[in-house]
């Protein structure tokens, strides 16, 4: 079946950089995009870009512009997000969600989420 | 401040139907798809609707969604108490070049 694996909890400085992995499988990984969308405690989701695995081309959110950084190594069906200069406000769950191919590109299945904390 | 309106709570007795609203502007749901997804306590989001109102594989019919004009809504028919979860609509922002959520509607089930 799907499945997407993140990465675990990580506790970080501010100032800080983080990297989180998910790992696809169970599908055709380079027929996907995969998203990022991270969730502050007690708020909404939200997105941070995607990255399409196949060129590696990305698309990020205007509000992360040159902080995150996503890519993806397909021999090991695995993509990352890297979000530098952290601060206390980045702590949040951070998610990877493939979309539905060509049906809709839209964050469809979702990983199991990862934690980050920010805190000095 | 999100883009996206949504009322924070809504709630019905088991049986009933419940309407949860998503208003946005012209930049996004006015012009692009709308979607709706569920989150469980302690779980990842669950797309319920997308493309306004698509139902993915595996989603019961007691779920439907519609929208006119920038506003949406989900409909939750025969109202269950598996259905207590918060609800978050989403959508394209051609303004923002980005995908928005709104603030989440938490569905009690009394």
């Known amino acids: 079946q799907v499945q997407l694996v993140q990465s675990g909890a990580e506790v970080k400085k501010p100032g800080a950089s983080v990297r989180v992995s998910c790992k696809a499988s169970?599908?055709?990984?380079?027929?996907?995009?995969v998203h990022w969308v991270r969730q502050a405690p007690g708020q909404g989701p939200e997105w941070m870009g995607w990255i399409n695995p196949n060129s590696g081309d990305t698309t990020y959110a205007q509000k992360f512009e040159g902080r995150v950084t996503m890519t993806r190594v397909t021999f090991i069906n695995t993509v990352y997000m890297e979000l530098s200069s952290l601060r206390s406000d980045d702590t949040a769950v951070y998610y990877c969600a493939r979309d539905q191919g060509h049906v809709d590109t839209a964050p469809y299945m979702w990983g199991q989420g990862t934690l980050i904390t920010v805190s000095s | 401040q999100s883009v996206l309106t949504q009322p924070p709570s809504a709630s019905g007795t088991p049986g009933q139907r419940v309407t949860i609203s998503c208003s946005g502007s012209?930049?996004?749901?006015?012009?692009?798809?709308v979607y709706w997804y569920q989150q469980l306590p302690g779980s990842a989001p669950k797309l319920l609707i997308y493309k306004d109102d698509q139902r993915p594989s595996g989603v019961p019919d007691q779920f439907s969604g519609s929208k006119s004009g920038i506003s949406a809504s989900l409909a939750i028919s025969g109202l269950r108490s598996e259905a207590e979860a918060d609800y978050y609509c989403?959508?394209?922002?051609?303004?923002?070049?980005?995908?928005?959520f709104g603030p989440g509607t938490k569905v009690s089930v009394l």
């Open positions: 012209t930049s996004n749901v006015g012009s692009n798809y």
């Open positions: 989403a959508s394209w922002d051609d303004s923002l070049a980005g995908y928005v």
């Open positions: 169970g599908y055709t990984f380079i027929g996907h995009y």
